[in-house]
């Protein structure tokens, strides 16, 4: 075949088009594990946080910008728990994502990291079994704690939540989540307004940096 711009740009279109098939073709085929697996995972936290339940209720609400799910649980006719689907866009390596169990009364009855990509050894210990921000809220009402501005805070800032150790931003960003988590549990359970932090401004939802001189 003679050397023609028409001809290069026939067999390049030809390279690109059975490329984005076969890129289209990968996609298709692994969509499904992909959601399987997200799906898999979910219910995973979700029986981490909670006690036994037969079906869940989803309510999407959307505070400070960000997308939070509660799931409330129910056993038979009686709401046994809720679970809170909940981020910060605050930790030292990015937004970082919990799944925060409350009872019926608002005690916290877990805390599940699902995603975060902290410092290894130092704010990736938030997912550890028992870590000091956990146990520093786990089994207990968060409106007994120390509260600063009527929020939870890192000891540091006021607060009477341990910190992580050498790992303030991201212990921070994880108290973060959970005052995010627990708003939104109090308007599903509670019907109370949610407030965005960054504005102060209140609604009702419906249904449906350089870390360094933090010591991370």
Do not use: C, H
């Not at 050894?121 to 921000?133: F, I, Q, S, Y």
């Amino acid at each position: 075949m003679k050397s023609t711009l028409l001809n290069m740009t026939a067999v390049l279109f030809g390279i690109t088009l059975v490329a984005s098939a076969g890129v289209g073709a990968v996609n298709m085929i692994t969509a499904e594990p992909i959601a399987q697996a997200e799906q898999a995972a979910k219910i995973e936290a979700l029986n981490g946080v909670l006690p036994l339940f037969d079906a869940t209720a989803v309510t999407e609400l959307t505070i400070d910008e960000m997308p939070i799910a509660v799931y409330t649980a129910t056993q038979g006719d009686a709401v046994v728990g809720y679970a809170v689907e909940t981020m910060s866009k605050q930790g030292f390596g990015g937004a970082i994502n919990l799944m925060v169990g409350f009872t019926p009364a608002g005690e916290v009855i877990n805390v599940n990291v699902l995603k975060q990509t902290e410092t290894p050894g130092l704010g990736t210990k938030m997912a550890d079994e028992g870590n000091p921000l956990l146990n520093s809220i786990k089994g207990q009402l968060l409106e007994a704690k120390k509260l600063v501005g009527g929020k939870l805070a890192v000891t540091k800032d006021g607060g009477d939540v341990d910190a992580l150790t050498a790992a303030t931003i991201s212990s921070r960003a994880y108290v973060d989540a959970i005052n995010r988590a627990w708003m939104a549990y109090k308007n599903v359970a509670a019907g109370e307004s949610v407030t965005d932090t960054a504005t102060g401004a209140s609604r009702t939802n419906e249904p449906a940096a350089q870390e360094g001189g933090q010591n991370e």
